[in-house]
C-alpha cells in the first residue's frame, strides 16, 4: 500500500503544472482532485467469485464496456463537524472548480486509485489555495468539508477517456442521463467452484426459461449533489456522532493529497435502501426482451411500472435465487422465504400511484433511489445526499 501511494503522489506531482487551478501559486499543501469507479468498474464481477471477491449472489456475471458520468461542482467549505447528525451542514464555502468532466470510468487512468493497486483513477483538477476566500493558502490544521457533483450530460463538457462524438454520450444528453451502464450480464451460476443454485422452499420458478445472456444499457436521470463526505484518508480518527469516518479533507503543508470522487457501480442492483446490500439480476434479466437477432436487451424503460415488492417474468412469480453459499453468518441469507423475489424499500412506503417525492412507486424509482447513493470520497467515504430530481429525501 505504502509503494501504491508513493506512485501515486509522483504521478500527481508531475501533472500539476498541467491540471492546477487558482489564483496564485501557494508554497502551503495543495489538493488533486480524481475521479474512479474502482477496480469494478474496470473488470467488472466475476462468477464464481475469487475469494474475498464482490458478486452477484444470483449467479451473473457482470462486465462493462462504458460506465460514464458527468463530474461537476467540486467544492471545499469549512467546518465538516457543523452538526454530528446532520451531515448536509457545513460553513462557508472558500474553494470550487467547475467542470463538467464527462469521463468513462470503465477505462480508468494513470493513477493508482485508492482501494488499492489493481484499481485506476483519472486526475481531475488540483487546488492550490482557497479560491473562494481571497486566495488564502489551505491550512494543514484545518479540515475542509468536500463535495462534487453529478450532473445530466452535456456538450459543454471536457472529455476524459471519451470522446465527445460518443454515441453512448449522445443519447446522454439527448436523454438527460447523469450516469450510464453499457455492458453484458451472463448467467455462469452452474459455473465449476460455484455453490449450488437455491431458492426458499415452495419456490416453483423454471430459472432455465430466463436469457442467460443480457445485454444492458442503463441511463439514469438523477442529477445529485454528495456533500460532507467522510474521508478514510482520515483513519484512524473517529468519525462523528458514530459515523464510520471522520468527515472532511485535511491538507499536507508542502505536499499534495488526493481526494478521490468515487462511483461505485453496485449500488442500483441492490435489495434494500440498506448500504452494500446484496446484488442481484435476475429481475432485470425477467424484463429482457429479444430484438430481430436474437439478442436479449435490458434498458431502464423496462423498469417503468414494474412493482419491485413481487417480480414475475411474464405471469409466473420470479423466485430468489442464490448461487453462493447461504444460511450461515458472512454468507448470503434470503431476506424472506416467500415463494416470490421482491425487495423491500426501508421506511420509503411502496405506492404505484403515489408521489415520488414520497414514495416509490416502481421499480424504476427503486433503482433510481439506490443508483443516486453511489458518488463517495475516496473510495468509502459516504456523503450527504442531495437528490435534483422528484424523489423521496
Not at 424484463?287 to 436487451?297: I, Q, R, V
Amino acid at each position: 500500500m505504502k509503494r501504491s501511494l508513493i506512485i501515486e503522489a509522483a504521478i500527481a506531482i508531475a501533472l500539476l503544472p498541467l491540471i492546477s487551478c487558482g489564483g496564485s501559486s501557494s508554497n502551503g499543501g495543495k489538493i488533486q482532485f480524481t475521479a474512479s469507479g474502482e477496480v469494478l468498474a474496470l473488470g467488472g464481477y466475476g462468477f464464481p467469485p475469487a475469494s474475498g471477491a464482490v458478486a452477484f449472489v444470483d449467479g451473473w456475471e457482470i462486465r462493462f464496456t462504458k460506465f460514464l458520468t458527468t463530474i461537476d461542482k467540486i467544492k471545499l467549505y469549512t467546518n465538516p463537524d457543523s452538526s454530528p447528525t446532520d451531515q448536509s451542514q457545513v460553513g462557508s464555502l472558500v474553494a470550487e472548480v467547475d467542470g463538467p468532466w464527462a469521463i468513462d470510468l470503465h477505462k480508468g487512468g494513470p493513477l493508482v486509485g485508492k482501494g488499492g493497486t489493481d484499481e485506476k483513477a483519472y486526475p481531475i483538477a488540483v487546488l492550490d489555495n482557497q479560491n473562494k476566500n481571497g486566495a488564502n493558502s489551505f491550512d494543514p490544521a484545518t479540515r475542509y468539508a468536500f463535495g462534487f457533483d453529478l450532473i445530466p450530460a452535456t456538450a459543454s463538457a471536457t472529455f476524459l477517456q471519451l470522446q465527445s462524438n460518443d454515441p453512448d454520450y449522445q443519447d446522454m444528453i439527448s436523454n438527460g442521463y447523469v450516469v450510464l451502464y453499457v455492458g453484458t450480464a451472463t448467467w455462469l451460476g452452474n459455473g465449476t467452484g460455484g455453490a449450488a443454485c437455491t431458492s426458499p422452499p415452495g419456490s416453483s420458478f423454471d430459472f432455465t426459461t430466463l436469457p442467460q445472456v443480457v445485454n444492458f444499457k442503463l441511463g439514469f436521470k438523477t442529477p445529485t449533489t454528495y456533500l460532507n463526505c467522510q474521508n478514510p484518508d482520515n483513519d484512524p480518527a473517529l468519525g462523528i456522532g458514530g459515523e464510520d469516518h471522520q468527515r472532511g479533507i485535511q491538507v499536507q503543508a508542502n505536499n499534495t493529497v488526493v481526494a478521490q470522487v468515487t462511483v461505485h457501480t453496485d449500488h442500483p442492483f441492490w435489495e434494500s435502501f440498506v448500504h452494500d446490500s446484496p446484488a442481484h439480476f435476475d429481475q432485470l434479466a425477467a424484463l429482457a426482451t429479444k430484438d430481430a437477432s436474437g439478442n436479449y436487451n435490458v434498458t431502464m424503460q423496462a423498469t417503468l411500472g414494474v412493482d419491485y415488492t413481487h417480480f414475475k417474468f411474464g405471469s409466473a412469480d420470479l423466485a430468489w435465487r442464490s448461487c453462493v453459499p447461504t444460511g450461515g453468518q458472512g454468507q448470503y441469507n434470503f431476506p424472506n422465504q416467500n415463494p416470490y423475489m421482491g425487495f423491500v424499500s426501508g421506511n420509503i412506503p411502496h405506492n404505484p400511484s403515489g408521489d415520488p417525492t414520497t414514495s416509490i412507486r416502481d421499480y424504476n424509482d427503486y433503482m433510481y433511489y439506490n443508483q443516486s447513493t453511489q458518488g463517495h470520497l475516496n473510495s468509502d467515504g459516504l456523503c450527504f445526499v442531495q437528490r435534483h430530481y422528484p424523489s423521496h429525501p
